[in-house]
């Protein structure tokens, strides 16, 4: 008799976007003459850049002739690649990471849902409150929670409160934990933290030898000079820290699918014993085993987001989507709403009409003013009276949402 993971039935509800979407289907379905507009997934609109385009062409016209053919490259990366994300996400910032510590792959989503499973069960999780829900649901999936409760808190997880109070950054844990989820600048509130705020956790860390997963998918949107872009700006953070990043949002590549992973060969953990182990090197075994590599054509393409018309077409997109960003918030602000992110993020965190839960104002947001948001509580517990909405719409849309909210959703 083959026994299901039982972890998985104590997971909330679908996940967070697909169950949006399902609601949003079936309103559309009752409603069909109904224009819907989608502030929710933080999904792209705009196209790739033509520097992109033009190497993605190039790069697949190669794999139709037989001397430019390629099979299977390389699981971590064609170098070529790597050495373009070294120079210009690292080395331009004063970070040296070496060409092993890099692990290029399909998402940062996968990336950041798989990496627990180089950790032992038994280890702490702890995760900001709100939180993008791949860090809980694959920690729950993994067996290292037990039930949620009421609130949709799992048990055994150590919950980071981010509201209004604390800025919305997490604070150090008053317990031990081992691993730590930190997500700048952050989805969904769209807080960043200075360096001040990042060396307080790599110190924590070496402290208590715990490992920061630090997911930098956003970190394109920094707008204000002094933020820390990497975790590895930081002192120390190559002892404790694994870094995500992104082509998806910074380049546009939702659907095309490339990102990567740094695991610094300094990052140790240990055995029950206190033997230490090389957390690059799991990785690295982890990853050559599950995984076969990003497509050729695919590497290309990213590799053109670091050529000069590429970083000069991706720099525009950025502007792009941080008008967007500028749009819906101050027009949320001189609405009457409390609103905040959007300075350095593509996100706007706002708090719902008095007195409603984010699902209920998710629901009158479709009734009403037929757009659709990501409702705070499906980030956790804490974003229950908060809503999200994306600045990766397209200008007209995002223009028309706003007018739709102010015009008809009173704060
Ligand atoms: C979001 O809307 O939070 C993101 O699109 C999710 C993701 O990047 O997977």
Redesign the pocket.
């Known amino acids: 008799m083959a026994l299901a993971n039982e972890h998985y039935l104590k997971l909330k509800a679908g996940y967070l ?1 697909p169950e949006i979407a399902r609601r949003v289907q079936a309103f559309t379905d009752a409603n069909p003459d109904v224009e819907i507009i989608r502030l929710g ?3 792209v609109t705009q196209p790739l850049p033509p520097a992109v385009i033009d190497a993605f062409h190039q790069a697949v016209s190669e794999m139709g002739k037989p001397e430019t053919f390629r099979g299977y490259g390389p699981e971590q990366g064609y170098q070529f690649l790597i050495d373009l994300i070294l120079a210009n996400d690292y080395e331009a910032r004063s970070v040296g990471l070496d060409f092993d510590e890099v692990f290029v792959s399909d998402g ?2 996968c990336d950041s849902g798989n990496i627990q499973e180089i950790f032992a069960a038994d280890n702490v999780i702890a995760v900001a409150d709100p939180a ?1 829900p ?1 860090y809980v649901d694959t920690n729950v999936m993994a067996g290292r929670t037990g039930e949620a409760d009421e609130k949709g808190r799992y048990a055994g997880l150590y919950y980071m409160p981010c509201t209004e109070a604390n800025d919305f950054l997490p604070e150090l844990p008053d317990r031990k934990v081992d691993i730590i989820y930190l997500c700048f600048p952050n ?2 509130t769209g807080a960043v933290a200075n360096a001040k705020v990042l060396q307080a956790w790599v110190d924590y860390a070496l402290e208590k030898r715990a490992v920061i997963l630090f997911d930098a ?1 956003y970190e394109a949107y920094i707008t204000e000079e002094h933020i820390p872009h990497s975790i590895y700006e930081i002192p120390g953070a190559k002892e404790c820290a694994i870094e995500f990043r992104s082509f ?1 949002k910074t380049a546009g590549f ?1 659907g095309t699918r490339c990102a990567y992973t740094v695991v610094p060969k300094d990052l140790l953990a240990r055995t029950v014993s206190g033997k230490p182990v090389n957390i690059n090197q799991l990785w690295n075994r982890r990853h050559t085993t599950k995984f076969n590599g990003v497509s050729y054509p695919v590497q290309v393409a990213a590799a053109a987001v670091y050529s000069d018309e590429g970083k000069a077409q991706v720099q525009e997109l950025i502007r792009y989507y941080m008008e967007n960003a500028r749009i819906i918030r101050e027009t949320l602000t001189s609405a009457g709403f409390t609103v905040s992110g959007g300075l350095n993020a593509p996100y706007i965190w706002m708090k719902t009409s008095a007195g409603m839960s984010s699902w209920e104002f998710f629901d009158q947001l479709l009734a009403e003013a037929h757009v659709v948001g ?1 409702p705070g509580s499906g980030f956790g517990p804490s974003g229950e009276g908060y809503f999200r909405l ?1 600045a990766f719409g397209n200008r007209e849309n995002t223009e028309e949402a706003v007018a739709r909210i102010r015009n008809k959703i009173s704060p």
């Open positions: 976007f997934i933080g999904d940062s989503k993008y791949v989805n969904p998918a998806s939702t990501t994306s």
